[in-house]
């Protein structure tokens, strides 16, 4: 199965784990950090650069993350997941926490429950459905042409790999197993998320021993594309701790 990725950097390994019907273009602005910490921007199976099948299940997705892991070196790396990457990396830390240093958690949760006329809508109309997701993602206050940069990202994913990748989300439930990750784990989230909302992220930085919690404010679903400068000083810090 290959997985395109690109590195950037050098230092502490931060590895970027996209959502749902992403793609590494996700953490755009997150490749700044090379100045600080090797960025490692992956894209998922099916996404971006990536083999054009993606898979259905997290554990799938996982397998695949830590495939690459170790077939570029990159053990002992901190992981960075947003919404489902969130999840993916939480799986990760919780099957293989010996391959990872960290975990940064942005926009994501325990539970990832999908509206059924989200899913239902991808494979009936793709178009739509997409502009409704986008839509929730931002937050009102988010420049336009960054919404619309959003929206055709995730246009260029198949509807069938967009929809694999809801349904994948849809049976995510981690509730409860959360106490068993050790690793220094901080949680980002912005205070207008409507698709994982705040309370999604205290309920991480509870159940996860240590975890540091940062909510910033005025920023949606997609928070380190509308504060980048905010989610980077953020992971900088964490980085520099672990």
Known sequence: ??????????????????????????????????????????????HGSSAPEGLRTIDGYVKAVRAAII???????????????????????????????????????????VLPEILEGLLKDKEATVRTIVGLAFSEGAPRPLVEAGFAEMMKAGKEVIHGDFSACDEVDLMGRLTHISLPTLVICGADDRLTPPRYSEYLAREITGADLMVIPSAGHMVMLEKPEETNRALSRFLSRI
């Open 1 to 46: 199965m290959r997985i395109h990725l690109e590195r950037l950097g050098s230092g502490r390994k931060l590895l970027f784990v996209h959502g749902a019907g992403g793609s590494s273009a996700s953490w755009y602005f997150q490749r700044a950090l090379a100045e600080v910490c090797e960025v490692i921007v992956l894209d998922l199976p099916g």
């Open 71 to 113: 077939e570029n070196g990159l053990e002992g790396c901190s992981v960075a997941g947003h919404s489902m990457g969130g999840a993916i990396a939480l799986c990760l830390a919780l099957s293989s926490p010996e391959i990872v240093a960290g975990l940064a958690l942005v926009a994501t949760g325990a539970r990832l429950r």
